[in-house]
């Protein structure tokens, strides 16, 4: 993940000029307090911090002779993504693995790849529901971070046959973590000008190991 610093926005003293009528400086002053104003409503965003979404236990084990990868999510911040859910907007975390074999002088061979996607929305009735990455039953709560803790603090995502290793090489898992909005209808989308899940992702951890 990128993390850049916020610009720094400087700014001239405006001054009126003495050959100007008392109605043109009056008119000025009013276009230059409009122009606050319209800045204020089309640049002004809920802030949210860096590094809102955390993994945590990421672990890749032979399961059952599979290649398995699990791990948590913690979330730090959940002011933006109840802002949106509040609003209307749906959400998907998207997790993807990519395990590669290391090689010296090429690129890295890759293995296998795959995708796990987890729905977040707001019921009619207030309530919130989280459909697990992978399948399995529905997580539903009038309290959100109950309704998180429980869908993404154990996720486990099925690569691939643990055959496909060999002993004695070296291997490299890139898992990117990235929440994002679903696609909203046209009345909707002024909400996601006020909440920005920037510090959500895309977020890729690199694990490196021998087998």
């Known amino acids: 993940m990128i993390a850049s610093a916020s610009p720094l926005l400087s700014s001239q003293p405006c001054r009126f000029l003495t050959g100007k009528t008392l109605s043109d400086r009056l008119l ?38 599979r ?30 693995a990519n395990l590669s074999e290391k090689r010296e002088y090429l690129w890295n061979h890759s293995i296998v790849e795959t995708s796990q996607y987890s729905k977040l929305e707001r019921l009619p009735d207030g309530r919130y529901r989280l459909s697990p990455p992978g399948g399995g039953h529905a997580i539903e709560s009038d309290d959100l971070a109950v ?12 690569l691939a046959p643990w055959s496909l290793l060999s002993r004695g090489k070296a291997y490299t898992l890139h898992l990117t973590i990235n929440l994002k909005q679903d ?22 951890y690199k694990l490196d190991f021998s087998y």
């Open 147 to 158: 309704v998180i803790q429980n869908g993404w603090r154990f996720i486990s995502l099925d």
């Open 28 to 65: 000025t002053l009013l276009l230059a307090m409009l122009g606050t104003v319209f800045w204020g409503l089309f640049f002004t965003v809920h802030p949210v911090y860096a590094d809102d979404i955390s993994l945590s236990n990421l672990i890749l084990n032979n399961s059952q002779g």
């Open 67 to 96: 290649i398995n990868v699990r791990f948590g999510l913690d979330f730090s911040n959940l002011t933006p993504v109840k802002g949106l859910l509040d609003s209307g907007v749906n959400l998907t975390l998207v997790c993807d």
């Open 183 to 204: 696609d909203v209808a046209e009345w909707l989308r002024d909400a996601s000008l006020f909440w920005s899940l920037d510090s959500f992702g895309p977020t890729t």
